[in-house]
């Protein structure tokens, strides 16, 4: 199960996209699919939300390592 419910770990996430070069513009490898992760991330941390399986879900497979170790 892949779960985040840390501010630490969702601020972990968010740099990790970043350093990705992740915007809330950036589509998946072909050009499918769209959201707004920059958003949604610090929303979760203003919001004290956890990103969940649904989340990971919907993340894009190369995105997919940016979630690993984080709780």
């Known amino acids: 199960m892949h ?3 840390t501010k630490k770990g969702l601020e972990t996430l968010l740099k990790r996209y970043l ?6 513009e950036t589509m998946d490898k072909d050009n499918s699919y769209q959201a707004k992760w920059i958003s949604c991330i610090k929303g979760c941390i203003a919001d004290g939300l956890a990103m969940d399986e649904v989340d990971w879900e919907n993340t ?12």
């Not at 497979?61 to 690993?68: F, G, I, K, Q, S």
């Open 3 to 5: 779960y985040i419910e």
């Open 19 to 24: 350093e990705a070069g992740v915007t809330d």
């Open 60 to 71: 894009p497979v190369e995105l997919r390592p940016l979630w690993r170790g984080l709780r």
